[in-house]
């Protein structure tokens, strides 16, 4: 015995993680460690997460909101172009930006994907 720590046996690398793409079809949902919550003393949104505290603004609170799980973001982006009476067209790809974003930081995840006919 030589009184040193032993050395840690190397498991080869990780599997890298797949990145979600996500499209109209995707139906986002935010994970079980993701909690949108309104802190009543500031009168604002506060997405809670492991080690993270987030602020999100009101327009993206709204669109973590309705990440049920069971909307596609195309039917997202449309309650969300009538409640702000904005083009679907024109608001799409910041919505998709926006979920794309948060899915990478592992916030938000698609439930199922719709399956497309080529």
Not at 52 to 59: A, C, G, M, S, T
Not at 75 to 104: C, H, K, M
Request: aromatic letters at 4%.
């Amino acid at each position: 015995m030589t009184g040193r720590p032993s050395e840690a046996v190397a498991k080869g690398p990780s599997p890298a993680r797949t990145r979600a793409k996500i499209t109209d079809t995707t139906c986002p949902v935010l994970p079980s460690h993701v909690h949108l919550r309104r802190d009543p003393l500031r009168q604002k949104w506060v997405v809670l997460a492991p080690e993270k505290v987030l602020w999100p603004d009101d327009i993206s609170a709204d669109i973590l909101s309705r990440c049920d799980g069971r909307k596609t973001v195309a039917q997202i982006v449309d309650g969300l172009s009538t409640d702000y009476n904005a083009p679907p067209e024109q608001i799409r790809p910041d919505v998709i930006g926006f979920l794309q974003e948060w899915s990478d930081r592992l916030l938000v995840r698609p439930a199922r994907q719709e399956q497309v006919s080529a």
